[in-house]
């Protein structure tokens, strides 16, 4: 667990000068103003033509303050964790109170976490020796793996956040939250063509994410994926069945339901799910999650970061609308708990509901049953990347790889697909869902107001009847 | 440029360059920007957000043995910086060699241009909060007041101040500074069913005079969300395109992308071995004007310290110039051209929307991207896309929920007209681009 005195021992900051910040937070009448303390250090290490020949890092350290009354936030930070810097911001956050009484902040008790990583690691006392032969071992095995490898690029990050936050409701939470990712991007050359691919893979954890067994299959997953789309044809265009693959299809969900459920829309009643809660949205074997409470997963927190501990939300329980993605102001809003998923990317940032580790739990479904039943459609393995329209509810994510599905058989690779559906309608058209759920473990990163924070995607294999594929004529 | 704000800014750059170079970097750069932005939102009438903030922070580039690495820190207290330099040595000393890692030749420093850019408003210092305030609560007061089914209506307003110092041990100093005003509005309108489509208008300057009115940013807003009602999903097939000048930066950046000098050298170009080929129509002429007055990108020098000139990266459908920083010219064994790109200007284009329409007949006029990609080693892109149906020349009904999906090579080949309407909010000041037979999927 996070050290609540870490900022004092580090900074000089003690909870005498941290109550007066909050008070000063509060002296225009706002109804709960919040500090949130954060100590980033960020290690970067690269590989090119076969040298480790970059490296880079980052040292953040700021306290940001929020003052909220309603459903409206004022905010400011600081990156002087002196008390005049700190009161500054303070006033300049209780702005948005319109005058009123002054408050004192209760007292601060701490709150005890359970732990989903390790929360003794540390990345920032890993030296960058460590790190340059796991860069080498990628480029080895990876020319060493196939003929046509042209290019090797390989790239690390070891990221070390350490968070306090204290409320004026008297609650005072520290995390240590570790966060690695080490990713290749390779070229292959033949006859004349090039093709390119990239795999990475991500943890909340430390060195021992490396593992020799880890790194090659790495390796193979990036040389496979990049060889075989010399191969690879665009698939017909229009209205097809998808067959969407254990894993990092995952990403459906991400678009097609889970920004959507984030309660912040909601709220303001602007999300394609707003009035839904209760209503059914999908056949009785469809059940949804957002979990931050996976051990060691990328998108695990102990804590949201107003100081809310982490969760398992169901989404949808058997094809039945539930719950929303809460933050303080939303639980506020709708009058229920906060669901921990108050994120934000930073001290500089506000934080706003948010999803965590999102995935279908599984189904009565084999993977060559699903497979089995299409004639014509295609399987998509890996993506690069989605979106979402939340008001209208139109989703899109783009597949990297997949399989042209004819006749119940995998019969050519595809490439380059974009996908584009309606949430809503997309839930309703799972007709299929596998018993084979596979948590990715890549290493995505969700964008939302221009704050980008770290998810994780799973999902059994599955069928959708029907989605607009991007092919050609 | 003189006159900045903080001149001890400058002195905190040479410092830590002099101090890298006393520990034993061969040759070290340093950038200090410090920056301040205040945003304001209202939202169904209320202020909602109010939010301030005050950034500082040192980034230091060190050359070690002909080993290299760049770091960045906002605790800027001198004692603290020390320590974090030595550390950054010691690390950079752990990597392989890479002979490529070096400053710019300064002869590239030479003949730095002294254009005023008009991208300092001296404006900003007497800004009222507010004017601030006002300016978010005209752009959403006025789109709620629209007609139509709106649900809700958000109104923002931002600005920003940016003051950039950067040194180089080999003789480059230079230093620019910025101001932004961006005032913006989002609507969400009930249509049938359950959706709510949701649209929005953002519009910037550098100068607060020349900021468009809240009450035009908010009702374009709100019209738009109202345009958006009753979306149809059309029949897949190939057909011709319009891509609205709000939409065409995406297209046009994956074409930029792919003539970088990181993407050249490690083969992930599809215009790899295509310079002073033809890679386009005649109609495209893409030009890179870093001295444009007011320009999101203008700018005297780049990020290499080498001084800005005015270029020319496609004439006439010709590749004529990639972009080669530093490092990958030297890889490539080509000289340095400047590696990334500033205001995107393009030249030609007779009509706006309307007439582009009346040219096209029928098709469909795209008017934002929603996801999709490009394979930038091969070209091929596959991109969502929401819109308008055109038929007889005019634009009709909204359609949405489809995918257009190609290459670049083809796409670019069928470019038949260029719009003359250049996006003014953003570096990029795409026009609005006309394609013929493009892939269209949708139901």
Redesign the interface.
């Known amino acids: 667990m996070g050290d609540p005195k870490y900022f004092e021992a580090r900074f000089g900051v003690t909870n005498e000068q941290i109550r007066k910040v909050l008070s000063a937070a509060l002296e225009r009448g706002g109804g709960f103003s919040e500090l949130f303390f954060q100590h980033a250090r960020n290690?970067g290490?690269g590989l090119?033509?076969g040298?480790?020949?970059?490296?880079?890092?980052?040292?953040?350290?700021?306290v940001g303050v929020r003052v909220v009354v309603g459903?409206?936030?004022?905010?400011?930070?600081?990156?002087d964790l002196s008390l005049p810097a700190m009161l500054a911001a303070a006033r300049?956050?209780s702005?948005?109170a319109s005058g009123g009484a002054s408050r004192e902040p209760g007292s601060l008790t701490p709150v005890r976490l359970p732990s989903h990583y390790d929360t003794d690691y540390d990345w920032s006392t890993v030296?960058?020796?460590r790190i340059?032969p796991v860069l080498a071992s990628i480029d080895e095995l990876a020319r060493r793996a196939d003929p046509r490898v042209?290019?090797v690029?390989a790239s690390f990050v070891g990221h070390q956040s350490t968070i306090l936050i204290v409320t004026s409701d008297g609650r005072i939470v520290a995390d240590e939250q570790p966060m690695t990712r080490l990713g290749l991007?390779v070229?292959m050359?033949q006859g004349g063509a090039?093709?390119?691919n990239s795999h990475n893979l991500a943890a909340r954890a430390g060195m021992d994410t490396y593992t020799s067994e880890s790194v090659r299959n790495l390796v193979d997953v990036a040389i496979e994926r990049t060889g075989v789309l010399f191969d690879a044809v665009?698939p017909p265009?229009?209205?097809l069945p998808v067959v969407l693959a254990a894993g990092s299809s995952g990403i459906l969900l991400h678009e097609a339901i889970g920004h959507g459920m984030e309660a912040d829309f909601n709220r303001?009643?602007?999300?394609?799910f707003?009035?839904?809660i209760g209503r059914p949205v999908a056949q009785p074997f469809v059940s949804i999650v957002d979990d931050g409470t996976h051990q060691a997963l990328r998108g695990s927190i102990n804590v949201d970061d107003e100081g809310t501990p982490s969760e398992r939300t169901l989404l949808v329980e058997e094809g039945v609308l539930r719950s929303y993605l809460h933050d303080r102001i939303s639980a506020g809003h709708f009058e229920v708990s906060s669901t921990g998923s108050g994120r934000r990317e930073s001290f500089?940032h506000?934080p706003l509901p948010r999803m965590r580790n999102t995935y279908m739990l599984p189904g009565p479904h084999t993977k060559e049953e699903v497979i089995a039943n299409v004639k014509k459609g295609v399987y998509c393995i890996s993506f690069?990347?989605?979106?979402v329209?939340?008001?209208?509810?139109?989703?899109?994510?783009?597949v990297k790889n997949g399989w042209l599905i004819e006749d119940g058989k995998l019969t050519a690779p595809l490439?380059?697909?974009?996908?584009?559906?309606?949430g809503?309608e997309t839930l309703s058209r799972i007709t299929m869902v596998g018993d084979d759920l596979e948590i990715d473990k890549g290493g995505w990163t969700c964008g939302k107001d221009g704050q980008g924070v770290p998810v994780s995607l799973g999902m059994p294999t599955c069928l959708v009847s029907s989605i607009?594929?991007?092919?050609?004529? | 440029m003189s006159g900045l704000q903080e001149p001890s800014f400058e002195q905190l750059a040479v410092r830590a360059v002099e101090y890298a170079t006393k520990r034993g970097a061969d040759e070290a750069a340093a950038t200090v920007r410090k920056g301040r932005s205040i945003s304001v939102q209202y939202?169904d009438g209320?202020?909602?957000?109010?939010?301030?903030?005050?950034?500082?922070a040192l980034s230091i580039f060190l050359f070690v043995d002909n080993?290299?690495?760049?770091?960045?820190?906002?605790?800027l207290r001198p004692t603290t910086l020390d320590g974090?330099i030595d550390?950054?040595i010691e690390?950079?000393r752990?990597?392989?060699?890479?002979p490529c890692?070096r400053l710019a030749d300064p002869k590239l420093y030479e003949g730095r241009p002294d254009d005023d850019l008009e991208i300092w408003d001296p404006a900003y210092q007497d800004l009222d909060?507010e004017r601030r305030k006002a300016l978010a609560r005209e752009a959403e007061a006025v789109a709620r007041a629209n007609e139509g089914p709106i649900?809700?209506a958000t109104g923002s307003y931002t600005d920003q101040q940016s003051v950039m110092t950067r040194v180089h041990s080999n003789g480059f100093s230079g230093a620019q500074r910025g101001t932004q005003f961006w005032v913006g509005a989002e609507v969400?309108v009930r249509?049938a069913g359950?959706?709510?489509?949701?649209d929005w208008h953002f519009a910037g300057s550098r100068r607060i005079s020349m900021l468009p009115s809240p009450a035009e940013v908010g009702s374009q807003a709100a019209k738009r969300a109202v345009a958006?009602m009753g979306?149809k999903?059309l029949?897949?097939?190939?057909t011709r395109v319009l891509v609205d000048s709000r939409a065409a930066g995406r297209l046009v950046g994956a074409l930029v992308g792919a003539m970088s000098g990181a993407a050249l050298q490690?083969?992930?170009s599809f215009l790899?071995d295509r310079l002073g080929q033809r890679i386009a129509s005649p109609l495209l002429t893409l030009i890179d004007d870093p001295l444009l007055p007011g320009g999101f990108g203008s700018r005297h020098f780049d990020s290499d310290g080498i001084s800005s000139r005015r270029r020319r990266l496609i004439g006439e459908g010709v590749l004529e110039e990639y972009l080669l920083d530093v490092y990958y010219a030297l890889?490539l064994g080509a000289e340095p051209t400047g590696g990334g790109t500033s205001n995107l200007v393009f030249s030609g284009g007779e009509h706006d929307v309307a007439g582009l329409a009346k040219e096209m007949g029928s098709g469909i006029y795209v008017t934002g991207i929603?996801?999709?990609?490009t394979?930038?080693?091969?070209g091929?892109?596959?991109?969502?896309i929401?819109g308008f149906e055109v038929s007889g020349g005019s634009i009709k009904g909204p359609v949405?929920?489809?995918?257009?999906?190609?290459t670049h090579a083809d796409l670019w080949d069928r470019l038949i007209a260029v719009g003359n309407d250049p996006y003014p909010y953003s570096a990029n000041r795409v026009p609005s681009l006309l394609f013929d037979s493009v892939?269209?999927?949708?139901?």
């Not at chain 2, 080993?67 to 605790?75: A, V």
């Not at chain 2, 752990?94 to 890479?98: A, E």
């Not at chain 2, 029949?235 to 190939?238: F, V, Y």
């Not at chain 2, 091929?380 to 969502?384: I, K, L, N, V």
């Open positions: 290690t290490v090119e033509d040298v480790v020949n970059r490296a880079g890092s980052s040292v953040d350290l700021g459903d409206r936030t004022g905010y400011a930070f600081s990156e300049t956050a702005g948005i030296g960058v020796d340059t042209a290019k690029q991007n070229v050359e090039r093709q390119s665009r265009q229009g209205e303001k009643g602007v999300s394609i707003s009035d839904r500089r506000i690069t990347n989605g979106q329209n939340i008001g209208a509810g139109d989703y899109t994510f783009y490439k380059d697909v974009n996908i584009i559906g309606n809503p607009t594929v991007g092919g050609s004529a | 939202r209320d202020l909602e957000l109010l939010r301030e903030a005050q950034s500082s080993r290299y690495s760049s770091h960045s820190t906002c605790d974090f550390h950054a690390l950079t752990l990597l392989g060699q890479d890692r909060p649900i809700s969400s249509d359950e959706r709510r489509p949701e958006r979306q999903k029949s897949s097939g190939e490690q083969k992930r790899l890889k929603l996801g999709g990609n394979d930038g080693t091969t091929d892109f596959s991109h969502g929401v949405g929920e489809m995918n257009i999906t190609g892939a269209v999927s949708g139901a």
